[in-house]
């Protein structure tokens, strides 16, 4: 089994902080620093760079990281193939996720607990990010799996096709734009509220502006908000417009908080895939995880 030390050394690798590593891992960051410093006492040489409040791997520090984490992929395969010689033998294996708000906030809680209902030695780590920063961490190896929106695509990332959503116009209760049929026409000279740039959303909305071929720089944009909580916080106490999944504001349209804007000729989907690194696509706790995301999204559908 791979060392309590050489795991700190892989979390502070993967976070290049030893502030964030000791969040993940509920361990001081002297206790972090200590470990670290006898790891490089034992190999006899630095494994991180200091650069003032940052910290960079040092070429050993990158042969380090990139073998343990090889190592760690043999030892969940031998658990893996184990457990499956003995059912007794429920090894804690671990799976890191990644995936954008709209599937973390609203689609991911009932299967991930539906999951650890069914695999209870699993150990789950879920990471939120917009969909470009969910692949960046993918390449990064920081997670093993992630959930995101339609990306350009990369050729060392495979993806797997999850679910399509819809993004609808909407505005407040109290806006004057609430009882407006819109046309694309119409855009230009309303107040927008908008997601940052890398969202999966904005991606959404950028694609369908372009085909009617107006950019975001004809619009006008009053805010740009992280997440998506956030924008429609926002949204409920102003009279702009903004454009929110569907998943995230059911409560909302129900209850008349908000009211969905038709635009004439604009149909707003995106589709969700699963994005695991090539080389990873027979690894079988993320195959087991995702067709079991697959059938437990199927069966609430």
């Known amino acids: ?9 892989m979390e502070v690798a993967r976070q290049l902080s030893f502030t964030r590593a000791s969040q993940t891992l509920y361990i001081s960051q002297s206790a972090l620093s200590k470990q670290v410093k006898a790891l490089e006492h034992f190999y006899k040489t630095a494994l991180f760079e200091r650069h003032g409040s940052s910290i960079s791997l040092t070429p050993a520090g990158q042969l380090l990281f990139q073998k343990l984490h090889e190592a760690s992929l043999l030892e969940q395969d031998l658990q ?3 457990q499956s010689l003995n059912e007794s033998f429920q090894p804690n294996l671990k799976l890191a996720i990644g995936a954008s708000t709209t599937i973390t906030l609203y689609v991911l809680p009932p299967i991930l607990s539906a999951y650890l209902r069914q695999f209870p030695g699993r150990q789950v780590h879920v990471l939120n990010r917009n969909s470009n920063n969910i692949q960046k961490a993918l390449l990064e190896h920081e997670i093993d799996v992630g959930i995101v929106e339609e990306l350009p695509r990369v050729n060392t ?24 049929r819109l046309t694309i026409a119409d855009l230009p000279a309303i107040p927008l509220a908008l997601r940052e740039f890398g969202s999966g959303t904005l ?3 950028d694609k369908e502006l372009d085909r009617h071929g107006l950019g975001q720089d004809r619009l006008q944009v009053i805010i740009r908000l992280g997440g998506t909580e956030a924008l429609k916080n926002f949204v409920l106490a102003d009279t702009c417009l903004a454009f929110l999944p569907r998943r995230a504001i059911l409560r909302e349209l129900a209850s008349g908080d908000l009211v969905e804007l038709p635009i004439e000729n604009v ?14 696509e027979n690894n079988p706790l993320i195959r087991e995880f995702i067709r079991f995301t697959q059938r437990q999204y199927s069966q609430k559908e």
């Open 1 to 9: 089994m791979i060392s309590l030390r050489h795991q700190i050394f």
């Open 80 to 82: 893996w193939q184990l």
């Open 157 to 180: 990332i495979v993806y797997t096709p999850f679910i399509e959503d819809h993004v609808l116009a909407v505005c407040s209760k109290q806006s004057p734009l609430k009882d407006q």
């Open 203 to 205: 991606a959404a909305v």
């Open 267 to 280: 149909i707003l989907k995106r589709r969700f895939h699963f994005i695991q690194r090539q080389g990873t």
